[in-house]
């Protein structure tokens, strides 16, 4: 084997090692929003679960909503396989919201397998839908927890801090965009439509429970093929990149071997 040989070897296998690694760092329990989560707004938001375990599968998920920035709306879509339990928490100060005073927020959400569950491999989207969002905060925290078949339990809780290393275990953080007029705008109308959906809530689940079913998983695979096209995006970057460096390196050395000869 001549030495560009050699080097070009040894730059896929840099590159492999590149490719395994970042797999490694996109595995944890994510929050991204479908679209934009401004101040003051409503949004959208997917939690992205994969399953870290060659041997076990993820049956729960528990997400912690901000004590801090309490928010009036939290509701998770319906996802097939799934149980989705909301937990609700007294508020020491209550808010108002559109003139209506309200007196206790959503704590937690608990998503339980009821059929499914995340395979060796796999990963889940829960889209929730959230505001109003505080107006005075960058950022949103949700620290979750994700339980396994076996009992293991990861805990996805550790707070990033601006300029550090990311944690081990870091916790889902959703970040904020500035507020327009449009913003604002649009969450009093989000407000207004999902009242007027909770007016005929009670036709939608009783009159067809296929329908909403098909439509959640349709959402959630959208959205799913969305990330994992970004995520492979990035890394097919990556790896590319340290190949074209490690063949510049090679063609370096053998033109300076040709120059001393």
Known sequence: MNNFSRLAAAGVVA??????????????????PQGEAAKGGYATVNFKVPNERDNAST??????????HPLSSVMPQPVPGWKAEVTKTKLAKPLTVHGK?????????????????????QFQQFPVSLGQLPENADQLVFKALQTYDN??????????KEGAAEPEHP??????????????????????SEDAAKAKGGEAEHGDDHTAEAAAEAGSTGAAAHADATDTTARVLGV???????AGVAFGVLAGRRRSA
């Open 171 to 192: 916790a889902p953080v959703l970040t904020l965009s500035e507020a327009t007029g449009d913003h604002h705008g649009g969450g009093a109308s989000d407000a207004k």
């Open 240 to 246: 590319l990149g340290i190949v074209a460096g490690a």
């Open 151 to 160: 009992k293991e339990v990861v805990r996805w809780i550790e707070e990033p």
């Open 15 to 32: 590159a492999s090692s590149v490719l395994l690694l970042s797999g490694t760092a996109f595995a944890h329990v994510s929050v991204q």
């Open 101 to 121: 005073q309200i007196t206790e927020a959503v704590s937690k959400i608990t998503w339980t397998a009821d059929g499914g569950k995340i395979a060796p491999g």
């Open 59 to 68: 049956v729960k998920l528990e997400v912690t909503v901000p004590a801090e």
